[in-house]
């Protein structure tokens, strides 16, 4: 009889700190109760079967398989990175039930790459060779992105889902890889809205973006854009796209530090503010937005969230929103009501995450 073995992940949504993970700066990610769960069978040839409810599966596919731009390289690449960490010897059935809505730029990707791997470092439990922890199974699940699949992210949304504890925003320095746990609003909650539009890691803009911020890299003569000082950057005689793309990463990360202390002192108003000036950034410094988006932000906002901004990689996907708990169910109707393609998805706070 196979062996099964079974690990989960959850979404997770991004409360500031958009593209500053591979410039050398601060993120604030949390945890969402949205999610996924892989059961895992090893096999002795080299074949990835999956099954899922989420996905366009039954999928038959082969470790030995390039990446072709389906939702299953995330299966065959991380099968393979299992095998290459001495996990696995072979392929493997899996079967895959999410929660977390395709596209929607919360991590479905990172989620199954780590589940993944937590399942196969269950199947490899007995061996003599020590676990690997849970920061080791987040940088091999970057990996499989940057390397098998061709997305150049950076790393907090792997930290996020291996190591984000529900009702807490991970302060994560991506250069470090150090992280405290903050405590989220108990008065406010995170509210999580899907635009209606999709998006695509792999459809070459996030690609774009990070080739822009290279280039910055290369003029500057650092890795770390964030820590840029503002008025060099400002003055550079760098072109258009590369210095705007540097002053969003500047910024934004000082957006982060305001956002955690604002988290630590319980200034809504701060967190707020942050978000919102957050927004403006990716908008205009760094071109993320979509018309859609911004008008769905602006509505957010105008009903009477503290602060609004898109979240994740950008051209579509979701928003978050600060909105006081005992205003969020009046809100929500009249938001929705505005948007009608748009849909909750998710809410955190301290007290629970969920809706």
């Known amino acids: 009889m196979t062996d099964h073995f079974t690990a989960c992940a959850p979404g997770r949504v991004n409360l500031i700190g958009e593209h500053t993970d591979y410039n050398g700066g601060m993120v ?50 991380a099968l393979r990175e299992a095998n290459a960490l001495g996990l696995l010897d072979g392929g493997a059935t899996l079967d895959v039930v999410s929660t977390i809505p395709e596209g929607s730029g919360l991590s479905s990707s990172a989620a199954l790459i780590v589940a993944i791997l937590k399942a196969a470092r269950f199947a490899n439990a007995g061996a003599n060779a020590a676990p690997l922890t849970d920061i080791e199974i987040a940088i091999a699940a970057r990996r499989v992105e940057n390397q098998y699949m061709g997305v150049p992210c950076g790393i907090m949304d792997q930290m996020a889902v291996a190591l984000a504890t529900p009702g ?21 909650e995170l509210i999580v809205v899907h635009s209606g539009l999709t998006r695509k890691l792999t459809d070459g803009r996030y690609g774009a973006r990070k080739a822009e911020c290279d280039a910055a890299k290369r003029y500057f003569g650092t890795e770390d854009l964030c820590l840029i000082d503002w008025e060099e950057a400002q003055n550079a005689d760098l072109s258009e796209a590369p210095k705007k793309r540097t002053l969003h990463c500047i910024s934004e990360n000082l957006r982060v530090h305001t956002a955690i202390s604002a988290l630590q002192n319980r ?23 979509l018309p859609p988006i911004d008008a769905l932000v602006a509505s957010a906002t105008d009903l009477g969230a503290v602060g609004a901004r898109l979240t994740g990689g950008g051209f579509g996907g979701c928003i978050v929103a600060c909105i006081a708990k005992s205003e969020r169910d009046t809100w929500l109707a009249k938001l929705l009501d505005r948007h009608p393609e748009a849909r909750l998805i998710d809410a955190v706070s301290a007290a629970a995450s969920g809706t």
Request: aromatic share 4%.
């Open 28 to 77: 604030l990610p949390a945890a969402l109760s949205v999610g996924l769960e892989v059961t895992l069978a090893p096999r002795s040839d080299s074949a990835v079967a999956v099954t899922s409810n989420n996905y366009d599966a039954p999928a038959i596919r082969d470790l030995a398989d390039d990446a072709v731009g389906d939702w299953a390289d995330t299966c065959v690449g």
């Open 168 to 188: 807490t925003a991970m302060a994560l320095d991506t250069r470090a890889l150090q992280y405290d746990l903050v405590a989220l609003p108990d008065t406010h």
């Open 267 to 289: 200034d809504i108003p701060a967190l707020g503010q942050a978000m919102n000036e957050s927004h403006v950034s990716m908008r205009d410094l760094f071109e993320m937005s």
